[in-house]
């Protein structure tokens, strides 16, 4: 079994590098902390980075996945490849552009692009929003799977990834104490659904909530709390139709946890009421 033991960045493509950047920092409150070779790294928390964006096809999206030294990459290369899957090992100079010390890339069943990644970097100072957002960490992604029953028994039997709850036939997942690192969403393309980051409470994403309509972005889902991992939240889009969430309050879960079964409904999305665009979030409202 593989082992991941960090979530560490998503890599982009952008239509619009600077509309993109200057939505990152003003509206979403990211810190710019690198430019070159035509990518900008971005972080809300002490991690390096956390969303390099580039000029390039908004499809092209990449999630970075840490695992512990650079004898578990080569054996997660042997697995991938026992698998048949094609992996590609980066060199050097890519693996300084993903601002780690070495790291392989593969496509998982539905498409997705993953890189695994050993020892990619720390800072060395504190993150300084782009405006007060709240964020303090980059927490979970939602991921558009071809077959989520598929994509969960992939993640689950290949990686050490463990379910938390199922909403239809969705997995929500992870590999640590937090509810979910995963949402995984049916889809008919491969790529990234939306990306969370975590803020300290409910004030910021009510704060923020209104901060966002006054500058004229849309609200996708929200402001809300979800049923299955308690947390409140709150979704908009920005640039290239990616979704982005504040949430707060995420439920911390164990190894005797069991998970349950959720309809595919208003009230299994949000225990207050809110509830997504089903058009775009493609496929849920199918799964059940």
């Not at 390099?52 to 054996?75: A, R, V, W």
């Not at 970097?121 to 960490?137: K, N, V």
């Not at 290239?240 to 879960?253: A, F």
Request: aromatic letters at 12%; proline letters at 4%.
């Amino acid at each position: 079994m593989i082992n991941i033991i960090g979530f560490r960045y998503c890599r982009l493509g952008t239509a619009n590098l600077d509309e993109t950047v200057k939505f990152a920092t003003d509206m979403i409150g990211l810190e710019v902390v690198g430019r070159e070779n035509g990518a900008v790294y971005t972080r809300g928390d002490d991690r390096d980075h956390n969303i390099c964006y580039f000029e390039g096809d908004p499809e092209d999206q990449t999630l970075g996945l840490e695992i512990d030294s650079s004898e578990e990459l080569d054996g997660a290369e042997s697995r991938l490849k026992a698998l048949g899957l094609e992996v590609y090992r980066g060199s050097d100079d890519e693996a300084a552009a993903r601002r780690c010390m070495g790291y392989l890339n593969f496509k998982d069943p539905s498409g997705n692009s993953i890189d695994l990644t050993v020892r990619p970097f720390a800072s060395g100072r504190r993150y300084f929003p782009g405006r007060d957002a709240g964020i303090d960490e980059f927490s979970h992604i939602g991921l558009r799977v071809s077959d989520p029953r598929e994509a969960e028994k992939f993640w689950s039997e290949v990686f050490n990834f463990r379910t938390s709850d199922w909403i239809g036939w969705s997995a929500l997942m992870t590999f640590d104490a937090v509810h979910h690192r995963f949402a995984l969403f049916p889809s008919d393309r491969p790529g990234i659904q939306h990306i969370n980051f975590q803020v300290r409470e409910t004030d910021d994403i009510m704060r923020s909530n209104y901060f966002l309509k006054n500058h004229q972005v849309r609200i996708q889902a929200g402001p809300g709390r979800h049923s299955l991992s308690g947390a409140r939240f709150l979704y908009f889009y920005g640039p290239d139709d990616m979704i982005y969430e504040y949430s707060c309050g995420v439920r911390m879960i164990d190894q005797t946890w069991r998970a349950r079964q959720f309809p595919v409904n208003d009230a299994s999305f949000c225990a207050w009421g809110s509830r997504p665009d089903l058009s775009v979030l493609e496929g849920t409202d199918a799964a059940e």
